[in-house]
């Protein structure tokens, strides 16, 4: 009875109880109690039914502890043994930590890969079985109208070009790279979520925390609840992809992003089919502008042709998070560019075998943070090693992961170093960063992506590129701005059109549930929902009112829904926190940043095979 009155002190009502034991729906509507569940919400301290529950962690020692099993976390966790088996020193510990039950079940990319990493890190990769089997043999470039399309000229030079590249599904590289990594030495703990950094009392960075497991719904304890374990090391590196939750925490506490641009976003869908063998074309790589979007809304579209032994395709569709309107569903946009008469002549017949979608940095350059501080570094997408016109950036995140592994084992190593804090910091790894081509090529390319700020709109961006960068290749003398974060850029409703979408005919375009189904997501039912509000009255009062509820367009995955309250009167919002395929898409683009996506029980999310 205690637990339940400090519930009540929480203005949680006896109704809302039983609303959260008895369903995973979480909702908000104005006026109502705070109902999110999280400890990151409601602090553990100050509920009793905490009061008795041991708290205490297990830990281990390690050298380095690397949160992330994407390309840019294998890449340095490879260099890391490589380097230390070379020196005799065998029994350096080098830990992986990756949310996803399997390694690579959570990756989704569209990809086009560029091996130039591949070949630093691994030169023998074709010996080895690297799953790259479709070299680029034909690359197109098309400006699409609603019923026509614009063929362009794909110059050598310019960022569209791929020659020498492969056709690749991402997925499978990763789960590759993860076998190269264990043969070394490497310590790889799939379905381990890092929910929390630790610092030392001088605070430098001590390691991670894994998630706690076996909490209920209601943000009780159930018996079969165990405390995360705690993962110490001399460095941490963070590979979390884009928009890591870790990363939201390293940014502000050590302000690392003092001193660059907020970063930009995309989210990115992507579809895997296996269609007639008449429409299929080994090796082809095509990319589009134009229809379905206006100028003003910055995205556009891929498809791949890969030679796998059936007929399958990659086809995907970008979309820029910093979009004005409201009314823009991505996801509902990729279905009807599927219906374009030019795209459509190619899937007609096909089947669908897969869907995911996930957020993709766009800021270049401009929006890259400090990389380095005491105790860890950044690498990969989490920092945005992106380069948005060639559509490319696996190859960035393995350079950055070398880069990083380098400078660490070198830091690890120095026998005669001081550092000012217990755990020291990889400084180098910046400079090698700043030496390398990654730093060569985001400089030559910083203007193109925020060219499409100005009046003509994507438009501007193509001339820009024909023009400025063709002639300069990235010297002209100023950098252009991204300006406000893609949150701030949504106008009210009320400033926009609504966007009538086509019903989806189940065979080229689909609807969004049976989508979603194609995933694999899964979610531990009885569990606080992760998709956390800072207030639950701010969807309903602002979001709803003000910009007629945009989570439920942007979200890929139908977690989001405005309903009618129980006596028809308003609206609350209603989470559907299972079906999320984290691709922190709401975090990035709800107007009151109210969602802040923290990680669920680990092995939850979607499981992709080879997306």
């Known amino acids: 009875m205690a637990a339940v009155a400090k519930l009540f002190r929480f203005g949680i009502t006896a109704q809302k109880i039983s ?26 301290e100050t509920d009793l039914r905490w009061k008795d529950v041991d708290m ?43 949310k996803s039950t399997e390694i690579g079940g959570h990756i989704l990319s569209g990809n086009c890969f ?157 579809e895997l089919w296996e269609i007639d063998a008449a429409n299929h074309h080994p090796g082809r790589v095509e990319h589009s502008l134009g229809w379905p979007l206006d100028r003003y809304t910055y995205g556009g579209a891929f498809l791949y042709h890969l030679d796998e032994g059936a007929p399958l395709v990659s086809i995907g569709f970008v979309v820029g998070l910093d979009y004005k309107n409201p009314y823009i569903s991505p996801f509902r946009e990729f279905q009807r560019y599927k219906t374009h008469p030019y795209i459509k002549k190619t899937l007609n017949g096909g089947t669908r075998l897969a869907y995911g979608a996930r957020a993709l940095n766009e800021g ?72 390398s081509y990654i730093w060569k090529d985001l400089t030559a390319v910083r203007n193109i992506r925020p060219s499409a700020n100005g009046v003509l709109g994507i438009w501007g961006s193509i001339l820009y590129t024909g023009t400025v960068y063709f002639l300069l290749r990235g010297k002209e003398p100023w950098t252009l701005h991204h300006g406000s974060s893609d949150a701030a850029k949504l106008k009210p409703s009320t400033e926009c059109k609504v966007i009538d979408y086509p019903k989806p005919d189940g065979k080229i375009s689909f609807d969004l549930l049976s989508s979603v189904a194609l995933t694999g997501t899964n979610h531990e039912d009885d569990q606080p929902s992760h998709l956390t509000l800072k207030d639950d009255s701010v969807p309903v009062n602002n979001n709803l009112a003000i910009f007629a509820g945009p989570e439920q367009r942007f979200c890929p995955a139908g977690v989001y829904e405005f309903v009618p309250t129980e006596d028809d009167k308003g609206s609350r919002l209603q989470i559907n926190a299972q079906n999320c395929i984290h691709c922190k898409t709401c975090d990035i683009k709800d107007p009151s940043q109210n969602i802040n996506w923290v990680c669920p029980e680990s092995g939850g999310g979607p499981a992709y095979n080879g997306m």
């Open 19 to 44: 609303t959260l034991w008895e369903s995973q729906r979480f909702m908000s509507k104005k006026g109502s109690a705070k109902i999110t569940t999280h400890y990151s919400v409601i602090p553990r």
């Open 56 to 98: 205490t962690r297990v830990s281990d020692d390690f050298d380095v502890v690397i949160v992330g099993g994407g390309p840019a976390g294998m890449s340095a966790a490879i260099r890391l043994k490589q380097l230390a088996n070379s020196a005799g020193k065998e029994d350096f510990r080098v830990c992986l930590l990756e």
């Open 114 to 270: 560029q091996p130039t990493a591949l070949n630093e890190l691994i030169p023998d990769w074709k010996e080895k079985g690297a799953p790259l089997s479709t070299p680029v043999k034909e690359d197109k470039f098309n400006i699409l109208t609603e019923k026509g399309r614009i063929p362009l000229p794909i110059i050598p030079g310019l960022p569209m070009s791929n020659h020498g590249n492969f056709v690749i599904r991402l997925g499978n590289l990763v789960k590759w790279l993860g076998e190269q990594a264990e043969n070394l030495g490497v310590e790889i703990y799939p379905g381990s979520s890092a929910a929390e950094v630790l610092y030392h009392d001088d605070g430098s960075v001590k390691g991670v925390a894994t998630a706690d497991v076996g909490i209920a719904k209601d943000g009780s304890p159930k018996n079969s609840f165990e405390r995360g374990m705690e993962l110490h090391a001399k460095v941490t590196m963070f590979a979390e992809g884009c928009h890591g939750h870790l990363g939201k925490t390293l940014y502000k506490r050590l302000n690392l992003r003092q001193h660059c641009e907020p970063q930009t976003y995309a989210i990115g869908l992507k």
């Open 364 to 435: 270049g350059i401009q929006s890259i943070p400090k990389l380095s501080f005491p105790g860890g570094c950044l690498i990969g997408c989490l920092p945005g090693f992106m380069n948005v016109p060639k559509l490319k950036g696996t190859h960035y995140a393995m350079k950055s992961g070398i880069c990083a592994a380098e400078s660490v084992f070198e830091t690890l190593a120095a026998k005669n170093s001081i550092s000012e804090t217990l755990n020291p910091t990889p400084a180098s790894y910046e400079k090698y960063i700043r030496e």
